[in-house]
């Protein structure tokens, strides 16, 4: 497998196709990378290896360094940036909740995926395990199994140090209902006075409980929606027009502009070095 390619913000993402239920990022100048908030349908965790950065996660903010590891469960709203124009930097990774579930249920801690009841650590055996697993991913020396074991270990160390909540806070079935629907429905045109009806609440009080269980409203869900289509298109290296076409935008410079605000980088950059891993 080649290494990723840089992007000219100093960025690059891995992925490997032997390893499906992990994806990973690393960003060694995070000044021009930049977020508006956004959730993931996986758990992700990253560690701060220089500098400072704003953190927010759901209705939280806090100022996070070197050393620190952050943590988002699948659906929270969260956002990293620099403070002041101030050097950053960090690496990300992105588990697939399947795979992540597995793990917990080895541990004994039941048969689903449960959240983290954290936003933020300075666990130093899980930054250390973090470093060193992104290392051994981007090693073109090491082969699948040093990888595997490599993730599984890390995974183990994971559940050991940092325990997942007891705690069960999903919304109400009816906003429920409306977020299902944006989910099936993300490439379509859809009204408020739909997403209300679904939700069975006048457009005014869905808009206020929808953005208090969900953090975002159901404008930026419903994009949040596209671009996460769109991720799993680029990733089969389809063209962009195809891509936003396919993820519900009406035109490429809509996409590229929302993409770039969602993900921090363009299209094309994450499609490249996309392609770099299943072309290798």
Known sequence: MRQPRVTPDNHKFWRDPELPFIEARSVQDGRRVC????SHPHFSIGAI???HSSYLNQRSWQSVGTGSLVLMNPEEVHACNPISDQPWSYLMFYLDLDWLGCQQQEAGLGNEFRPFDMTASRDPLIYSLLRQLYRTLVDNSQDTL???VACHTFGHQLLQRLTPAHWDDNPPSRLQRAAELMQDEY???LSLQQLSAMAELSPSHFVRAFNR?????PHAYLLNQRIRRARILLQRGQSLADVALASGFADQAHFQRQFKRLVAATPGQY???MADVHGA
């Not at 269980?213 to 409203?217: A, E, F, I, K, V």
């Open 49 to 51: 290896t220089g500098g």
């Open 187 to 189: 490439a379509n045109a």
């Open 146 to 148: 040093a990888r595997q």
């Open 35 to 38: 977020y508006d908030k956004h």
């Open 213 to 217: 269980h969900y953090g975002m409203t």
């Open 271 to 273: 499609r490249a070095q």
